[in-house]
């Protein structure tokens, strides 16, 4: 690990005439772990350390290495100058305006936060932040605590904010409507996915054999990958495998679910008790993740409300024939080339994935489409177009 990170940098004086970006790093903690927020800081941290130079920046990604984050393993270079700060360690005071704190003492000219999951103060540092979605308002959860906490996160961030990026143009609408803000203050910028894990490298038959052993996978496979929650509406999408398995009595696939429980996934398991051929899959390593993904039969995003959905992208990257919800943003982000049903309408999701599942040819156009797609979203074109609200704040 790199001295710039693991020695105290607390003096408040800019290291350099270049305009300062701090980076918050709160979503790159371990609890974010397999989460879309923790890809997105990752990926947009590293291309920033790659850029810095080139777009004359310092960027300033805050670490702590008594905490876990993913942050500390970035080691200093040209125009990438981690600091160490202890009040990562305090988990509520950091999201209470800690980062915007820390950037006003040090004279850093730009607080960025690829999450919204904090308060920011806006008359200590000005802050960029990157609103994912509206869940908590689109769908929200039956705990009126934690809704309540994640609603007034989003109101703080839309409200404070000099700017927002979010990833579809659904998003923006939304936050328009939602909170009145003016259409200059938001920027879409479409994400991307990991492609030295999902694309179309041939997979090994044996790797697959191997974790589908593990798992408890004896069939051909319907997948869908991603947190267990309630926006993701996989509820219905169970009910639709059975009618699906009722309709074709000699129908060989499972139906996998890849992914972490994340909250209020109960209503899942009882749907899964008893129907042998749902399988749990749980959490799985990246590569094995990519194993799988490859080796589905046919992917269903089923979700009520996404503000981008990186699993439905990842499929598609690996020329997987993937059909989706048609709420949100899902048929925007996919280019309409896909196949899309009504989420709440379990007939319709069964009948969707029959036709799929009946027909060659629509599976191959389905994956066709999907991979041509899919090539339109890169991580270092997200991080340039991200740099670019970043300095257009600088300049105002």
Known sequence: MSTAVERPQLAPNKTTSLPTIAFDTWALGGYARNHGIHAYARNLLSHFRELAVAEQIEIVPYVCVAVENDANSFPAGPGFHPRHTRLLKFNRAWRLGGACALAAMQKVDLVFSPHCMSTYIATLAPAVITIHDLIPIRTPLSSRRV????????????????????????????????????????????????????????????????????????????????????????????????????????????????????????DVLAEIRGNPQVVLAGTLSEQDLGVLVKGATLAVIPSLYEGFCLPMIETMACGVPTIVSNASCLPEVSGGVLRYFNPESVEEMATCMEEVLEDTQLRAELSEKGIARARRFDWRRCAQETLAVLKQQLAN
């Open 147 to 266: 809704n309540g906490l994640a609603r007034f996160f989003l109101w703080s961030a839309a409200k404070f904010a000099r700017a927002i990026i979010t990833g579809s143009q659904h998003t923006k609408n939304d936050l328009l409507e939602i909170y009145g803000i003016p259409e200059s203050k938001v920027s879409v910028v479409y994400y991307a996915y990991d492609k030295n894990i999902f694309n179309r490298i041939p997979l090994a038959p044996e790797l697959l054999r191997r974790l589908q052993a593990k798992l408890g996978i004896t069939r051909p496979y319907i997948l869908h990958h991603g947190v267990i929650k309630p926006s993701k509406n996989l509820r219905r999408l169970i009910q639709a495998f059975r009618l699906l398995r009722e309709r074709n009595k000699n129908l060989e696939l499972d139906l996998v679910l890849a992914g972490p429980l994340g909250f209020e996934y109960e």
